[in-house]
């Protein structure tokens, strides 16, 4: 596994290999701030800088926390982020690694200043706008995190965000996730939901996610 090594200036990152590298982080929330927290695991205190979407979600202070962490190593320190979730920390390396002139002081800003779901429906329909009005992020940089990302995203951000503003029931939220999946696999979006209706009518309403997408690709649809 691997790290991040960053200069000083937060803009210049590079592949650091590192075998000891922290994935997360287990124990108890000793202090939380909006843009940092302590957590003690197993008598050591871990510093981790946090966006405010993880913020939001911690515990109170002395109970049980877990982070997903990504290690940056700078020329003048070695620095934990920490992340609620996976969607966190994914778009967190993303940002850093596809996009050239964000390091994770602008990516931390971005995701407190817009949830990832949100995000990748911004980049997906290229509202350069949304994205602006983040804190550290002007026209030039929103412009560019779109060029730079939309590819990657794809219009499965798009179909993410646009169903994340309905409260779907577990079914159709099965499906939207089977979808999100074939989308991402290089469906057009028509394509995977026709197809995912065609496999749950063959397969049955208790057929998982996983199953759904395996018979969707199986078939070639």
């Known amino acids: 596994m691997g790290g991040f090594i960053t200069s000083n200036d937060d803009s210049t990152i590079q592949p650091f290999n590192h075998s000891t590298m922290i994935t997360f982080l287990q124990g108890k929330l000793v202090e939380a701030l909006p843009t940092q927290v302590v957590v003690d695991v197993n008598g050591v205190g871990y510093e981790v800088l946090i966006p405010l979407s993880s913020f939001d979600k911690l515990p109170q202070p002395g109970q049980p926390v877990k982070l997903l962490t990504q290690l940056i190593v700078r020329e003048d320190a070695h620095v934990l982020y920490g992340f609620a979730n ?59 995190i779109v060029v730079e990302l939309r590819d ?35 469906f057009k979006q028509v394509d995977a939901h026709d197809s995912v209706r065609a496999s749950q009518t063959m397969l049955g309403e208790k057929a998982t996610v996983e199953q759904l997408v395996r018979a969707c690709l199986k078939k070639g649809n």
């Open 86 to 144: 996976m969607a966190e920390r994914d778009l967190f390396r993303l940002l850093i690694n596809s996009v050239s002139g964000i390091g994770p002081k602008t990516a931390l800003n971005i995701l407190s200043g817009m949830n990832a779901t949100a995000f990748r429906g911004a980049v997906a329909g290229s509202d350069v706008k949304s994205l602006s009005q983040i804190s550290g992020v002007g026209k030039k940089t929103a412009e560019r």
């Open 152 to 186: 990657k995203i794809g219009a499965a951000g798009a179909w993410e965000a646009a169903s994340a503003k309905h409260s779907l029931s577990p079914d159709d939220q099965k499906i939207n996730d089977a979808v999100l999946a074939l989308m991402a696999l290089g």
